[in-house]
């Protein structure tokens, strides 16, 4: 497993691994597949800002379509 932090890269061992963490690394397998995210991670404010306001938009309109009524069979086409 890899410790991963900015452009540093360490091959560590299971018992490293919370030290790592909680330092701020990264902890990934072999393959480059997150395993762990570090402790301490932010994201910032624009991008949870924006998340936040589609998360809104998306119930909106989840709730919209729940109050539309649900067809219960297909109408005939008529040629």
Wanted: hydrophobic content about 30%; cysteine-free.
């Amino acid at each position: 497993m890899k410790a991963v932090k900015e452009n540093k890269v360490y091959t560590i061992t299971e018992q490293q691994r919370k030290a790592y963490v909680t330092q701020g690394f990264d902890i990934t397998d072999d393959r480059g597949r997150i395993i762990e995210y570090a402790a301490g991670k932010t994201v910032p404010y624009a991008q949870y800002a924006a998340l936040l306001e589609e998360n809104n938009r998306l119930k909106k309109q989840l709730a919209a379509a729940q109050k539309q009524p649900f067809p219960t069979s297909n109408p005939k086409r008529k040629k």
